[in-house]
């Protein structure tokens, strides 16, 4: 079941035998809407063992080998809306947009960066915790941030991190993990040269030879190089953040009768729990319009307090569980996601088309 807000929402729902492709169809259409200003979060949910790192990330999430004949045909969500941003990067390059990735883990209620140069392990790494700033905007104090160039480097760089996530084994998945992983893309791009109330262009050598040694006496520009005419005292414009792409593997909520889970196991299944349950409140909170919305009940709500309550568009998957066995899970699982569709979301900053309907 997918579902996105902007006041109006649509649902999907694939069978089992659905590809990764067909799901990803439906997903693509943010990516143009990200190119046109909207802040985009992808994020899936459901039971522990019921697909969504599969169906975000691909085989590597679990460690199964993508057949040689194949190599293509089971990639998550990740890789190829590192592809289509790329590629829509590419066709309009006089936008000049810059990609900087920053990976992190939520895990036992901490902000864990896995991108930091010292980061080993969730339990070892570097804790990074979620600030308010002006205007409701989170940031997360020194969080690191990686310029990424082309969809193989972005790949290789979640790749990497993931290898990094705090994971265990259970009763019920063999590789469950224990933690909420958060890959955000961030766009940025500079004020264009030459315009009106823009940073001017850096002379060339003939203006520079026209214009003469710098005069006495004459400013410098911020970087420390000559200002010449033309941009005497001027400052230059920092990169402007044009928008946020946010993929979301959540953790999954499991009951400890089923999973079987003791110790530290136990304490973590309790903070994925809690924090699940968290973020169910904050989209009920919103879809009821209450004045006031817990988003810090929990790092992770307050985290993504940005496009939870804010303009961006946000398409939920739900992953569930066709055995009878876990229809508990999965009558929950639909909750949360009627939770969602309930959200009605402001008009975002951008201009992009809505996404269309469902075939």
């Known amino acids: 079941q997918l579902t996105w807000g902007l006041g109006k929402q649509y649902c999907l729902v694939y069978g089992p035998a659905e590809s990764q492709q067909a799901v990803f169809g439906d997903v693509c259409p943010l990516l143009t809407s990200l190119l046109d200003g909207y802040n985009v979060c992808i994020m899936a949910y459901g039971q522990t063992g019921c697909g969504k790192s599969y169906t975000m990330l691909g085989p590597q999430s679990t460690g199964e080998p993508v057949p040689p004949w194949?190599?293509?045909?089971?990639?998550?969500?990740?890789?190829?809306?590192?592809g289509e941003l790329f590629r829509l990067i590419s066709e309009n390059p006089s936008r000049s947009l810059k990609v900087d990735v920053s990976i992190v883990e939520v895990y036992n209620n901490d902000i864990f960066d896995l991108l930091?140069?010292?980061?080993?392990?969730?339990?070892?790494?570097p804790k990074r915790e979620a600030l308010i700033a002006q205007e409701a905007k989170q940031e997360?104090?020194?969080?690191?941030?990686?310029?990424?160039?082309?969809?193989?480097?972005?790949?290789?760089?979640?790749a990497g991190s993931l290898q990094l996530r705090a994971e265990l084994a259970t009763s019920v998945h063999a590789n469950s993990s224990r933690s909420h992983l958060i890959i955000t893309a961030t766009l940025t791009t500079a004020?264009?040269?030459?315009?009106?109330?823009?940073?001017?262009?850096?002379?060339?050598?003939?203006?520079?030879?026209?214009?003469?040694?710098?005069?006495e006496g004459s400013r410098r520009s911020a970087s420390g190089g000559r200002a010449w005419p033309g941009a005497l005292g001027a400052q230059r414009p920092a990169?402007?953040?044009?928008?946020?792409?946010?993929?979301?593997?959540?953790?999954?909520?499991?009951?400890?009768?089923?999973?079987?889970?003791?110790?530290?196991?136990?304490?973590?299944t309790s903070?994925?729990?809690?924090?699940?349950?968290?973020?169910?409140?904050?989209?009920g909170a919103l879809a009821e319009r209450r004045g006031h919305v817990p988003y810090r009940n929990s790092k992770l709500t307050h985290f993504l307090q940005d496009v939870l309550g804010g303009d961006a568009k946000l398409l939920v998957i739900l992953c569930v569980s066709p055995c009878r066995k876990h229809v508990a899970e999965t009558l929950r699982c639909l909750g949360f996601g009627a939770r969602a569709r309930?959200?009605?979301?402001?008009?975002?900053?951008?201009?992009?088309?809505?996404?269309r309907k469902p075939r």
């Open 342 to 355: 309930q959200v009605q979301r402001g008009q975002a900053r951008g201009g992009s088309p809505a996404p």
């Open 70 to 82: 194949e190599p293509h045909s089971d990639l998550g969500v990740l890789p190829r809306a590192a």
């Open 239 to 268: 990169e402007q953040v044009h928008a946020k792409l946010q993929l979301v593997d959540l953790a999954g909520s499991e009951c400890v009768g089923v999973s079987g889970v003791t110790g530290s196991a136990l304490r973590e």
């Open 116 to 125: 930091a140069k010292d980061g080993r392990t969730a339990a070892s790494g």
């Open 191 to 215: 004020p264009a040269c030459g315009s009106p109330g823009k940073w001017p262009c850096a002379p060339g050598p003939a203006e520079q030879q026209a214009n003469g040694p710098r005069p």
């Open 140 to 158: 997360v104090c020194l969080l690191t941030r990686e310029p990424v160039h082309s969809a193989a480097e972005f790949t290789a760089l979640a």
């Open 271 to 283: 903070f994925i729990n809690r924090s699940l349950a968290a973020l169910a409140d904050v989209l």
